[in-house]
């Protein structure tokens, strides 16, 4: 019997030594683990494998990494798939435990403008203001926000105020054109887009943009040229139109 026991105590004893190492090697492993799937997962970013990047950040959470950094990008690339649900949850966590990073209410607001949930869209923009007001972007979705609700003097407010921060920036340019159009003040449409153009003659949208205003004032030849233009770059530009818009 004695032996029997000593034999049953040292099992139990190296079990329990096994057992142990077992969750120091776990514990010690983690980190390096958490870090190698957030350096994937931010590889995958990049190069715009979406899949792949919220896999490998999903399993950097899992063994425990927990900073601004993965839980901002979670949030960006949930947003990106179209899973509004995952993507406000991780933002929602950003901001909890990082509450002085304008990003995430930027993005936050983003997904509420996208469901149309203005107020909390305009809480999250003034706040991402507020917390970095040299950063033309919140300005710029704010201008968004209030001209999707046809509140055109204050949009155009924000986005000539992005535009002060960012003079070259295209989305508020092309989102104040197209306010002026909405407003028909096609004259003021047209100057944002030539200086746009002039900044930058390789984005093909503010061709097809100013072709439409244009063609709407039967300025043919002006049309013409825009729209052979935007060909040019690999627009998908029908021969019809090309030919309507430049008949002699």
């Known amino acids: 019997m004695t032996i029997l026991k000593n034999i049953q105590r040292f099992m139990i004893k190296y079990f329990l030594?096994?057992?142990?190492?077992?969750?120091?090697?776990?514990?010690?492993?983690?980190?390096?683990?958490?870090?190698?799937?957030?350096?994937?997962?931010?590889?995958a970013m990049n190069q715009n494998d979406l899949p792949n990047a919220v896999s490998h950040f999903e399993k950097a959470y899992v063994f425990g990494l927990k900073?601004?950094?993965?839980?901002?990008?979670?949030?960006?690339?949930?947003?990106?798939l179209g899973n509004h649900e995952n993507a406000l949850k991780y933002l929602n966590l950003a901001i909890h435990d990082?509450?002085?990073e304008a990003e995430s209410y930027n993005d936050r607001g983003q997904i509420h403008l996208i469901h149309e949930d203005f107020s909390l869209a305009k809480q999250d923009f003034e706040k991402a203001i507020e917390l970095k007001n040299n950063w033309d972007t919140p300005f710029?979705?704010?201008?968004?926000?209030y001209k999707k609700q046809k509140k055109y003097t204050l949009a155009e407010q924000f986005f000539k105020e992005a535009l002060k921060i960012d003079h070259n920036d295209i989305n508020s340019s092309l989102n104040l054109a197209s306010l002026y159009v909405?407003?028909?003040?096609?004259?003021?449409?047209?100057?944002?887009?030539?200086?746009?153009?002039?900044?930058?003659?390789?984005?093909?949208?503010i061709y097809l943009f100013r072709a439409t205003i244009y063609a709407s004032d039967q300025n043919n030849k002006l049309a013409c040229e825009d729209l052979k233009k935007a060909k040019s770059m690999g627009?998908?530009?029908?021969?019809?139109?090309i030919l309507n818009m430049c008949a002699e």
């Open 182 to 205: 909405e407003t028909s003040k096609k004259t003021e449409a047209l100057q944002v887009l030539d200086d746009l153009a002039q900044h930058h003659p390789n984005v093909v949208d």
């Open 140 to 145: 710029s979705n704010m201008g968004l926000m």
């Open 17 to 43: 030594l096994g057992l142990i190492m077992f969750y120091v090697s776990v514990s010690l492993a983690q980190p390096d683990s958490a870090s190698i799937y957030y350096k994937k997962g931010h590889i």
């Open 98 to 100: 990082y509450p002085d």
């Open 235 to 241: 627009a998908q530009v029908s021969s019809v139109d």
């Open 67 to 80: 900073n601004y950094a993965l839980l901002h990008n979670l949030g960006s690339v949930y947003y990106r």
